[in-house]
């Protein structure tokens, strides 16, 4: 993978040298026609002198910025080969994602790839498309083929980036799969979660310090949950499996009986030290094998 950056598909054109015949194209969409580079501009912010080769625009000579001259002439082909499987990728995620399912598959695609070897795009134009850079890490992860990931429809790799990219529906489900082997650890974040969202409804929260802090209500800490927390942490737990959730429940049920039960022998304890049975306590404690102020 190039870089921690993340510059999907964005290649650099600050080697140009005069006398090289470039694609142009001032906005993305449009046709790359052909420009020669005639000057290299001195001044900042860096331009470029080009003529326009095609008839249709009979010799014109402009001043550009360097990033508009996207490939070399005679990789033309290829460039826009690779632009029009952007564009299918593009095409099959939608324009605007439900915040709550964009919320849950980037926690838990985030979560799980904390050193970005796999990322979820966030940006306008690619949102909700996924970044590969370790596929096979990826794969074990999930259990599945190669033929399973990069067969789906839209899905292609990017030789310059040494990345993979996959639309929509394959990275919700990615994220799907994962929150299901990683579900234990998936849940108690959104017991957290849920936990802070309580807390937040009554208190509020208290965000910087000193001078540049300020603080958001309770009320409005409750409608945005309502809005955008609870159905998130619902969906991460549809994903996690009923199995799963259901460990969970029981879990916590168990670790409230254990404090219940703890809570019981200790008052035990301290009730026959009260009653002058020292030897009885210090017995029950020992059986307990827990010392008192433990």
């Keep these: 993978m190039r870089s921690s950056t993340w510059a999907v598909g964005v290649r650099c054109t600050a ?5 090289e015949r470039w694609g142009y194209r001032s906005r993305a969409g449009e046709k790359l026609v ?20 095609d008839l249709d625009h009979e010799g014109r000579e402009e001043w550009v910025p360097p990033a508009r001259l996207k490939v070399p002439w005679g990789q ?29 598959a980037s926690q838990v695609i985030d979560d799980t790839y904390v050193n970005e070897t796999v990322r979820m795009a966030h940006r306008n134009a690619d949102r909700g498309l996924l970044y590969v850079g370790d ?3 990826l794969l074990r992860d999930l259990d599945w083929t190669h033929e399973q990931f990069v067969e789906q429809p839209g899905v292609f790799y990017v030789e310059p980036d040494g990345i993979w990219v996959a639309p929509w529906p394959v990275t919700e489900a990615v994220a799907q799969a994962l929150a299901a082997r990683h579900a234990d650890a998936l849940l108690g974040q959104v017991a957290d979660d849920e936990r802070r969202a309580r807390l937040e409804a009554v208190y509020g929260h208290e965000y910087g310090r000193g001078k540049n802090s300020w603080s958001v209500s309770p009320e409005i ?9 609870a159905p998130r942490r ?5 994903w996690c499996g009923a199995d799963a959730v259901d460990r969970r429940d029981e879990l916590e049920a168990l670790r409230s009986e254990v404090r219940r039960l703890g809570e019981l022998v200790v008052a035990a304890i301290e009730a026959l030290r009260t009653a002058g049975a020292d030897k009885a306590a210090a017995r029950v404690e020992k059986q307990l094998g827990v010392h008192l102020p433990s």
């Design 15 to 19: 080697s140009v040298e005069v006398g």
């Design 34 to 53: 052909e420009a020669e580079v005639v000057r290299l501009g001195a001044k900042r912010p860096a331009r470029v002198r080009v003529r326009f080769v």
């Design 135 to 137: 596929l096979d890490r």
């Design 234 to 238: 619902e969906l991460l737990r549809r």
């Design 221 to 229: 800490c409750a409608e945005v949950d309502a809005e955008l927390g």
């Design 76 to 104: 033309v082909e290829e460039f826009m080969a690779r632009d029009r499987r952007w564009e299918a990728a593009r095409a099959l995620s939608p324009r605007v994602l439900d915040r709550p399912t964009d919320g849950a």
